[in-house]
């Protein structure tokens, strides 16, 4: 590749940005980039400044930096700058950049010193600077001050982390010399996406300001914390300077001097300062282009043939054409009825491995569920032969009866059955919303149209609770008529002679055989059946065996073959 087409590369990747930033997403690509962090007042805007030899960055105490900025400078003969927000408005003034860099930042984070993850793009042309791309980011806080929120450290050091745990992505970390190097938050974030430090760059700032007798040789020799791509010091313009306005290149002659000056630096000067920082800058991101590109372009190629396959099937369409948005909406409304009545007929193409859902779960109210509801109702014997007893002598007043009469009977067992209309109700509850649930999940296809997901979900949930109303009503109509007139006629009716029948067939059972209780009559509700295993029970012989199980809403019993007559 020749020195041109070199240059190139970072004006290529420079477009690239601006064409995500403008689509508001970053189509699942890692531009090559390099991200500055370092922690608050640790000089990162003066290195950005002394780049483009202009002061153009907002100043003041807390957070400045509240939304990352992506600074593409490119050399020019002219000078001035851009913002991808301000099409066409070239701005001369660097103090009127500063301004829309506030502006703009207030109006996405508000004036609460909150912060943004969505970048502000500027681009710089000027003589004084080498193509290079920097995204500046916030600077590194332990304590909220001020109205910035509880959680601001979090915040800050998830949106660093959102770009340079990329592998693209170099880490410019800026530390300040008069802190312990082994304390660097920039390090630390550093070290911990690049463990081997292959794509961090030191910047040692405020050289000057370490204490007499003290010095960052063994740092900036890259003999204490090697990195990689090395260190490189630099000593920008203090805050009495800034604050004079004290030319930038005034402040570089001086940084110039010192290195050259200093007994621990002279000897590494021509690989200090800020002007070598942009020059090795500019030779790694280019590098780091060149490296990462083919991968890159195989990545851009995949998403672009799935791109075009896309656009095949909207080859022909018309925004402007009813009857293409009518067909869309159609055909988004009969995939989510296809999807409901997977869900409940179980054969959808995503089946969950996590829980039970959709059809799965209304079977196991309906057959789990409700007959453990109805075994949990309360039943007190000695309370109901009591009110056997009370109604059977109500019924008869001053006479004494010879036979149980037949209102005793049902007032008692009319009072059983309407508790059943609890548990029945509460079943309804719960596969109702087992259906709602199901409608949430189905239109999730339809995130793309809230309002389309909105109304798909009012609606077809209205109509479930609608469905709900009436089937409680029948619930309880079928209930009622259960309890207004008792069929002593039917097969399933125990009268005194079958009962006396069923339970010398029973005794019978238990003295052959059965080791558990009561066989329950053949129509009873059954939770359970199957085999089971019963060890340790001194009257058997033989150690353990296996026996067929039934287990009802009133008993369990087991027997030594599957002669249980539940159905």
């Not at 890692?30 to 202009?54: C, D, H, M, T, Y």
């Not at 793009?121 to 509880?150: E, F, M």
């Amino acid at each position: 590749m020749g020195n041109r087409e070199m240059e190139e590369l970072i004006p290529l990747v420079n477009r690239l940005q601006d064409a995500f930033s403008a689509l508001g997403q970053s189509c699942l690509l890692e531009l090559p980039q390099i991200a500055v962090v370092g922690g608050q007042s640790a000089g990162k805007s003066s290195v950005l400044e002394n780049f483009v030899g202009r002061d153009f960055l907002p100043r003041g105490s807390g957070i400045v930096t509240r939304r990352p900025l992506v600074l593409q400078l490119v050399t020019s003969k002219a000078e001035y700058a851009e913002f991808l927000h301000c099409k066409g408005k070239k701005f001369t003034d660097f103090d009127e950049v500063r301004h829309e860099i506030e502006a703009e930042t207030d109006r996405v984070t508000g004036m609460n010193k909150g912060i943004s993850s969505i970048p502000i793009n500027l681009r710089v042309y000027s003589p004084h600077v080498l193509n290079l791309t920097l995204i500046d980011l916030p600077g590194i806080t332990k304590v909220p001050v001020g109205d910035q929120p509880p959680d601001i450290e979090y915040q800050i050091r998830e949106m660093i982390m959102q770009f340079i745990t990329r592998e693209n992505c170099l880490i410019l970390a800026v530390t300040p010399a008069n802190t312990d190097l082994a304390n660097s938050d920039a390090l630390k974030l550093a070290k911990e996406v690049d463990p081997q430090g292959l794509r961090t760059i030191g910047v040692i700032t405020k050289l000057d300001l370490m204490d007499e007798g003290t010095d960052a040789r063994d740092v900036l020799e890259n003999k204490l914390l090697p990195l990689r791509r090395g260190y490189v010091g630099v000593v920008n313009r203090s805050q009495k300077d800034i604050d004079g306005k004290k030319d930038i290149k005034a402040a570089m002659l001086a940084e110039r001097k010192f290195f050259l000056s200093h007994p621990a630096y002279r000897h590494i000067a021509d690989r200090m300062g800020t002007p070598h920082l942009q020059k090795v800058l500019n030779q790694q991101l280019t590098n780091h282009i060149r490296d990462t590109l083919p991968n890159f372009r195989n990545k851009l190629q995949g998403q672009l043939l799935s791109i075009e396959h896309e656009v095949e099937a909207y080859k022909n369409f018309k925004p402007e054409d009813p009857t293409r948005k009518t067909k869309a909406l159609l055909q988004m409304v009969q995939q989510f009825a296809v999807d409901f009545e997977k869900r409940i007929e179980g054969s959808g193409d995503q089946v969950d491995t996590l829980e039970l859902s959709g059809g799965a779960k209304i079977n196991r109210i309906f057959h789990e569920r409700f007959p453990f509801e109805i075994v949990k109702m309360e039943f007190n014997e000695k309370e109901l032969r009591r009110e056997i007893s009370y109604a059977i002598k109500n019924i008869h007043g001053i006479r004494t009866g010879l036979f149980t009469p037949d209102m005793a009977f049902e007032a008692i067992v009319k009072k059983q059955i309407v508790k059943l209309k609890g548990p029945s109700l509460k079943s309804v509850d719960l596969v109702i919303q087992e259906l709602i649930n199901t409608v949430k999940k189905c239109t999730k296809k339809l995130a793309n149209f809230p309002r389309l997901c909105e109304e798909t979900e009012r609606i077809v949930a209205n109509h479930i609770r609608e469905r709900e109303g009436k089937t409680k009503d029948q619930v309880l109509l079928l209930i009622d008529i259960q309890v207004s007139y008792i069929n002593t006629n039917h097969e399933d009716f125990i009268g005194f002679a079958n009962a006396q029948q069923r339970s010398s067939q029973v005794h019978k059972k238990n003295t052959i055989g059965n080791q558990g209780t009561n066989l329950p009559p053949s129509r009873q509700i059954v939770i359970r059946k199957g085999w089971l295993t019963i060890s340790n029970i001194g009257i058997m012989k033989g150690g353990s065996k296996g026996y067929w199980f039934v287990l009802t809403a009133e008993s369990l019993s087991w027997y030594k073959d599957d002669e249980d007559d539940v159905n």
